[in-house]
């Protein structure tokens, strides 16, 4: 590039990140939210908190009160959490790619208040919030007892 050229193409770049940053929620359809927050959906807004793992993560340590529904189920099984259409679900995995399609396939099913927790179980271990080992009885997505 000549000149000062190379200087417009980094301004044009880092403001169309910034638009896009600023707009992601709209573009995603659902909303990225750190542990923080996620607790506080939890304990104030009473969410459905998802956790879209395989059974053995799930049973090696999860949030409390997570429903446990793998990624795989999940488009056959959206009916049992009809529901959840229009209260506040929190999604989960282990880094965050799985729960981010958990998150976009709830909300083109018309689920209206979805959020994704940003950087998954690693991001809430990290915060040093708890974990609960074992499974749940029925392994649905339905509130159920945990097992040890």
Known sequence: MQGGSWWLLAG???????????HRERLLGFREVGP???????????ALV?????????????????RHLPLAEL????????????RPVLIFC???RRSARAAALLRRAG???????????????????P???????G???GRGKEEA
């Open 50 to 66: 998802l956790d879209v793992r395989t059974a053995r993560e799930f049973a090696a340590g999860h949030v409390a009160g997570a």
């Open 139 to 141: 392994g649905t997505a």
């Open 75 to 86: 488009p056959r099984r959206l009916e049992e959490l009809a529901p959840w259409r229009e």
């Open 36 to 46: 923080v927050e996620a607790v506080r959906l939890m304990n104030d807004e009473d």
């Open 94 to 96: 282990h880094s965050g």
């Open 111 to 129: 689920f209206q208040r979805v959020h994704k927790l940003r950087g998954g179980l690693l991001a809430w271990e990290e915060a040093r919030l």
């Open 12 to 22: 044009a770049g880092l403001l169309a990140y910034g638009l896009l940053s600023r």
């Open 131 to 137: 974990l609960r080992r074992g499974t749940v009885r």
